[in-house]
């Protein structure tokens, strides 16, 4: 949950009422206003969406609203690089950009490769060091990337004593190809009804409490 005053808030013009994900909008303002963001060392007991449409309407409005603040915020690319400084726009574009953009073209990398692997066009006619060279770094970046993301899902349920989630951070691949589905599903709402939100539905905390309770008594 956010903190902050409302005369920052008031200074940096609020946040941005279309957008679906504020918070992602009123940090880039926060940050162009010359404010600093920072995360408190706390535990976030919300828990997660509890049917596979519940998150995918969840990831489908953070992939828009993502998408929203940085078409807003590179409107005008000379203004926000001042404001930000290279730095932080550079960070910018790596973040925010590259997720979005990594998630839109994840799943054609596998059409690329099953392509490659049955037709070989790319060696074909592009065959020479150059060619090769661009599908080993291709290679290494996905096995590093996966390898990566399952490394970081063992240690963060590891840390907290879930030693029986770990196994599922195997699925990674698979959740990578929805959160694609998810950014399409997106950019989709973006172009047709950029303005509907998609809410998030929760159980009530005290049911969710109730239930962690009886499944430990168990």
């Known amino acids: 949950m956010p903190h902050f005053s409302r005369a920052v808030l008031e200074e ?10 504020e918070d992602a909008d009123l940090g880039i303002r926060l940050a162009r ?5 920072k995360v408190l060392p706390s535990t976030t007991w919300e828990e997660a969406p509890a049917t596979f449409r519940t998150w995918l309407k969840q990831r489908t409005r953070w992939l828009k609203g993502w998408m929203q603040t940085y078409i807003v915020h590179m409107r005008a690319p000379g203004a926000t690089a001042r404001d930000l400084g290279w730095l932080r726009f550079f960070g910018l574009q790596v973040l925010m950009g590259g ?17 490659e692997l049955m037709y070989g066009p790319l060696r074909t006619l592009h065959h020479g060091s150059l060619s090769d060279l661009v599908m080993v770094v291709g290679i ?17 349920v590891t840390g907290r004593a ?42 009530p905390r005290a049911a969710f409490v109730d239930s962690a309770r009886k499944t430990n008594a168990a």
Not at 12 to 21: A, E, L, Q, R, S
Not at 99 to 107: E, I, K, N, R, T
Not at 175 to 196: D, G, N
């Open 33 to 37: 206003g010359g404010w600093t963001v």
């Open 162 to 203: 879930r030693h029986g989630l770990a196994k599922w951070a195997l699925l990674m691949p698979v959740y990578w190809l929805l959160i694609s589905l998810a950014a399409y599903r997106a950019l989709l709402q973006v172009a047709s009804t950029p303005y509907s939100w998609e809410k998030t539905q929760h159980r």
């Open 140 to 156: 290494i970046n996905l096995v590093l990337g996966y390898a990566t993301g399952v490394a970081l899902g063992c240690v963060a």
């Open 99 to 115: 997720v979005v953009l990594s998630a839109l073209v994840h799943p054609w990398f596998y059409v690329v490769a099953l392509a």
């Open 12 to 21: 940096v013009g609020g946040w941005d009422p279309f957008n679906v994900t």
